[in-house]
């Protein structure tokens, strides 16, 4: 074989290979993946997942992934173990195909309890779940005022996780105003059968003046909604028990965003993840309790 014919065979195989790349790039690739929920994004169209290693792909870490359809999402709870496809198309991916396995299926921590969005504690405490009893947590309201949920037991109780200093519109700002929605209407509706709850999970600047004032910005009525913050130790406490997870960038905290309503026993009857959730749909989980 001479030079010239060399260099054409050789020109030749590599458009071969350059084609079935672009062609395996173009159509996609698909994984079988597991591994456990971390977390879910405030709009519901994104999960946190912990998964194993994905051979040939990417090593096991924590990574947040495109939820193609999010239905099967809106049942699952942070450490539930699961299985899904992972297709790779192009510059996209996502995942789809999400359902449950049996727990000893994936290890406790699949990539090793190294996660890109560390839970704001250490505690191995379960996470809570529909139907669990609500533990009893010690804190601080914007008063000054030592309180425990335990005080809260014969109401309804509304709980979300915010921090004052939260810039993006729809995730703490939209809490709020969700909030200063439902004080009205649960006052007319159910009187004083219904308490709301703010918790901050910013303890170095959220103290009970900032929460106080910040409640006063938003019209809060404090015999209705109480604002609270807290040593880290109790902040860490209650945030990790509602799956609530953290990660501080300068003066901003990257975080999920949890909304829970207690009923007047003290079980958790219902669990909202993002901010997809409306003040009405708060009111009728309560007419129906």
Not at 127 to 144: A, E, V, W, Y
Request: charged share 20%.
């Amino acid at each position: 074989m001479n030079k010239k014919t060399l260099a054409i065979s050789v020109s030749l195989l590599v458009l071969i290979l350059a084609g079935f790349y672009i062609f395996q790039f173009n159509s996609g690739s698909t994984f079988n993946v597991k591994g456990r929920v971390a977390g879910f994004s405030a709009d519901g169209q994104e999960i946190f997942i912990e998964h194993e290693n994905i051979p040939g792909y990417m090593p096991a870490m924590t990574m947040q992934f495109k939820v193609k359809n999010s239905g099967p999402v809106d049942s699952l709870h942070i450490g539930d173990a699961i299985q899904f496809k992972l297709v790779v198309k192009g510059d996209s991916s996502f995942a789809e195909q999400i359902h449950e396995v049996a727990d000893n299926e994936v290890a406790e921590h699949p990539a090793g309890n190294e996660s890109a969005m560390k839970m704001a504690t250490t505690s191995k405490s379960k996470i809570l779940k529909k139907g669990d009893q609500l533990p009893s947590f010690t804190l601080t309201n914007q008063n000054n005022n030592e309180f425990s949920t335990d005080d809260f037991h014969g109401k309804d109780l509304l709980v979300t996780f915010i921090y004052t200093r939260c810039p993006l519109p729809n995730y703490c700002p939209l809490m709020s105003k969700n909030f200063k929605q439902l004080q009205g209407k649960v006052k007319n509706k159910f009187g004083d059968e219904v308490h709301l709850l703010s918790v901050s999970f910013d303890t170095d600047y959220d103290t009970p003046p900032k929460l106080k004032q910040y409640g006063i910005n938003y019209g809060a009525d404090f015999n209705t909604w109480s604002f609270a913050t807290g040593t880290d130790d109790q902040i860490k406490d209650i945030t990790s028990r509602f799956g609530v997870f953290t990660r501080v960038q300068g003066n901003q905290i990257t975080h999920n965003l949890v909304t829970a309503l207690i009923n007047p026993s003290g079980k958790v009857v219902k669990i909202w993840h993002g901010n997809h959730w409306k003040p009405g749909d708060v009111v009728r989980e309560i007419s129906a309790l």
